[in-house]
């Protein structure tokens, strides 16, 4: 019995011997041994042996980059406004020895000095900056504490502002002036469209003026210049009219005159004639009271014996005056007036018209400019299927 609780002493001895003989340091991290109190050596990744009893593993150390994220703290900036500053920062054990026996908690450390060097930083720096300059501080803030943490073993990779909250008042009032430079902007803009929109709206309607001129313009110079030529053919056709009418009334005295010397009138006649003459001249309004002298038919047959010659039966008759072969004659003018009796048009005048006909046929999309081309034109309404001013539709 004896024995076997020797036996059972020395297996648990064995075992104990082994446990403390053998250490496994996984990858990534390294164990720190001291040997009688003393460090010895930095292990990492590897199975190791000590001596039991005289070596030990002091501390592990993570060798990986930690994250650690600290609370937020205030911070008086330099026009006296408190921050709650949340700051995150990025760092790795690159010394095991000096993390352990150079600091007693290192990751406290760098939250202190985090907070310390950020106070400072800040403190120099209104609130406006300290929104405006997150990569000035993180900057800031990694120099210093990667250059005190270096005698920790601990290198700084980064350090974020993860947030920046300033009092809810300040908040409160910020808000109200980002609102107002909102609203300044918008009025600013709208400012600028409503000035644009008048330039526009002004320059239309100078071009409208402009063009409304010059149609009035040109219509004024084709209405005088269609006033202008329907005149001159007025006068003209009046003249040529004239002409005729004067010629006509010379051929007309001179059949008459012919015809009364070739009839050879007695006194008798030409007093049935004047008799029948009598009545038209008093129908004038100016005309009132008629006499016919006593001696009237002696006055007659005066002029009777005077330019007539009596007959075998006695009655004087009319002789008319041998003609003169030589005796002057109206020039014939026939060649000069030719061009009177013309009724060939002016070219430009036959061009201006065809244009207006086309115009006045193609159709007017517009209806309200088809109502005033109809009644400036005083044509009716067309019918349907007939083209502006009760034209036939032409063909585009």
Known sequence: MAALIVLIVVVLFVVLVAAKSIALVPQAEA???????????????????????????????????????????????????????????????????????????????????????????VGGMTLEETLTSRDSINGQLRG???????????????????????????????????????????????????????????????????LSAEGAKQASILGAEGERQARILRAQGDRAAKYLEAQGEAKAIEKVFAAIKSGKPTPELLAYQYLQTLPEMAQGDANKVW?????????????????????????????????????????????????????????????????????????VEDPAAAALLRKATGTPEPAPGEGVAGLPPTDS
């Not at 095991?96 to 150079?102: F, G, K, L, R």
């Not at 908690?105 to 202190?112: A, C, D, K, M, S």
């Not at 350090?159 to 920046?164: A, H, P, R």
């Not at 002029?303 to 008319?320: I, M, S, W």
């Open 31 to 121: 164990a720190v041994i001291e040997r009688l109190g003393r460090y010895t050596r930095t292990v990492s990744g590897q199975l190791t042996f000590l001596i039991p009893f005289v070596d030990r593993i002091r501390a592990k150390v993570d060798l990986r980059e930690r994250v650690v994220s600290f609370p937020p703290q205030p911070v008086i900036t330099q026009d006296n406004l408190t921050l709650n500053i949340d700051t995150v920062v990025y760092f790795q054990v690159t010394n095991p020895q000096a993390a352990v026996y150079e600091i007693n908690n290192y990751i406290v450390g760098v939250e202190q000095l985090t907070t310390t060097t950020l106070r400072n930083v």
């Open 291 to 363: 006499l016919v002298p006593s001696d009237f038919g002696d006055a007659l047959k005066g002029f009777a014996r005077t330019l007539g010659a009596p007959g075998e039966d006695g009655v004087f008759r009319f002789e008319p005056t041998p003609a003169d072969a030589d005796a002057p004659k109206p020039e014939d003018d026939s060649d000069e007036v030719a061009e009177w009796f013309e009724t060939k048009s002016d070219p430009a005048i036959v061009q201006a018209v065809r244009q207006a006909e086309v115009e006045a046929r193609r159709p």
């Open 144 to 210: 210093v504490l990667d250059e005190a943490t270096g005698r920790w073993g601990l290198r700084v990779a980064r350090v974020e502002l993860k947030s920046i909250d300033p009092p809810p008042s300040i908040q409160e009032s910020m808000e109200k002036q980002m609102k107002a430079d909102r609203e300044k902007r918008a009025m600013i803009l709208t400012a600028e469209g409503s000035r644009e929109s008048a330039i526009k709206t002004a320059e239309g309607a100078k071009q409208s003026q402009i």
